[in-house]
């Protein structure tokens, strides 16, 4: 997979996407990450990236000419075709993001994320985009956490990246309920004791009391998914 980042904060990438599995999934060659800075794409010397509104109001809107020239300058450059690329806009407004929604993603060759800054962007920037994406019913300064939040969660779905596959089974949200309990070592803490039953060595009555677990916890704390 092929991701490119639009972003008027390039350093705010460096460490996030360095780290951990993100790291060794670069390394080893199974995504490969792309930030541009959008300022290279301003039409001045001074890089500028954004405007007052039309029609007035406070704050400043980001303008549409840097965001497609780097748009175009990416297609050009890596050859990249319109069937299996998605261009998202990352923004308040957009899609709630899930797991569902990241298995989507997942199955594409490109993902060009557009980060948002100010009072939002121009809006023919949003005739460029596939799909906008939210993170959630909240504001941020701008869309680079949120891109970070997609990459992280789609580039783990890729086989090879996390070293047990099947790990990912049994993430919460990925089937139809929240994960189950996990324990490790030492068997008791402060009083606190391991069940039994994952003591037992009978991978059954395990198997068994996760489901049980999870079912229980995805009822108690998101009924919401259980009724979808």
């Known amino acids: 997979m092929i991701i490119h980042v639009l972003t008027i904060f390039p350093d705010m990438f460096k460490y996030p996407l360095h780290q951990g599995i993100l790291e060794k999934a670069q390394e080893r060659g199974y995504v490969d990450i792309n930030i541009h800075n959008?300022?290279?794409?301003a039409d001045d010397r001074r890089g500028t990236t954004d405007d007052t509104p039309y029609g007035g109001g406070?704050?400043?809107?980001?303008?549409?000419?840097?965001v497609y020239k780097a748009v175009d300058h990416i297609k050009r450059k890596y050859?990249?075709?319109?069937?299996?690329v998605s261009v998202i806009l990352v923004c308040p407004q957009g899609e709630r993001f899930n797991q569902d929604m990241a298995k989507e993603l997942k199955e594409k060759h490109t993902l060009i994320f557009i980060c948002?800054?100010?009072?939002?962007?121009?809006?023919?920037?949003?005739?460029l985009a596939d799909r906008e994406i939210s993170i959630g019913d909240y504001v941020l300064t701008g869309g680079e956490l949120p891109a970070m939040v997609v990459i992280d969660t789609v580039?783990?779905?890729?086989?090879g990246v996390v070293g047990n596959q099947d790990s990912i089974k049994t993430?919460?949200?990925?089937?139809?309920?929240?994960?189950?309990?996990?324990?490790?070592?030492?068997?008791?803490?402060?009083?606190?004791?391991?069940?039994?039953?994952?003591?037992?060595?009978?991978?059954?009555?395990?198997?068994?009391?996760?489901?049980?677990?999870?079912?229980?916890?995805?009822?108690?704390?998101?009924?919401?998914?259980?009724?979808?």
């Open 38 to 41: 959008l300022r290279d794409f």
């Open 58 to 66: 406070c704050g400043m809107v980001m303008k549409p000419e840097p």
């Open 79 to 84: 050859n990249i075709e319109t069937e299996n």
């Open 116 to 127: 948002g800054r100010y009072e939002g962007v121009d809006e023919r920037i949003r005739n």
């Open 155 to 159: 580039v783990r779905l890729i086989p």
């Open 171 to 228: 993430d919460s949200f990925f089937g139809p309920s929240l994960g189950y309990p996990q324990y490790t070592k030492p068997p008791v803490f402060r009083g606190l004791e391991v069940p039994q039953v994952l003591l037992s060595g009978n991978h059954n009555q395990i198997d068994l009391w996760r489901k049980k677990k999870s079912l229980e916890r995805t009822r108690l704390r998101r009924p919401d998914i259980l009724k979808n």
